[in-house]
Nanobody, 125 residues
Framework: QVQLVESGGGLVQAGGSLRLSCAAS????????MGWFRQAPGKDREFVAA????????YVADSVKGRFTISRDNAKNSVYLQMNSLKPEDTAVHYC??????????????????WGQGTQVTVSS
């Protein structure tokens, strides 16, 4: 079992920045891809960013490319999402997710085994 706890959400003005953190329990963190997804009211959960377990390669959605950066620290069992130049359309509950051990799937929600409770990000115009 892996437990994920997100932190760092909040209310920010357009153009501002936030850094989300996700702390994971267990001993398998370094063997799992880690991702961030978000879900706005009335919309499907969508991929935001992910980081591979094998070489730390990162992937980001086109909608956040150049503004968001994902990183991981295996020594701290943590993954981060640095969000810059925030826009009102970034408003959503943001979720941290852990993929399967040694998995290469990173973009679909059904490729992830564990989810955090979510943290609200609200960007005002």
């Amino acid at each position: 079992q892996v437990q994920l706890v997100e932190s760092g959400g909040g209310l920010v003005q357009a153009g501002g920045s936030l850094r989300l953190s996700c702390a994971a329990s267990g001993r398998t963190f370094s063997s799992r891809p880690m991702g961030w997804f978000r879900q706005a009211p009335g919309k499907d959960r969508e991929f935001v960013a992910a980081v591979s377990w094998i070489n730390g390669r990162t992937y980001v959605a086109d909608s956040v490319k150049g503004r968001f950066t994902i990183s991981r620290d295996n020594a701290k069992n943590s993954v981060y999402l640095q969000m810059n130049s925030l826009k009102p359309e970034d408003t959503a509950v943001h979720y941290c997710a852990a993929g399967g051990i040694y998995s290469n799937g990173i973009r679909r929600p059904d490729e992830y085994d564990y989810w955090g409770q979510g943290t609200q990000v609200t960007v005002s115009s």
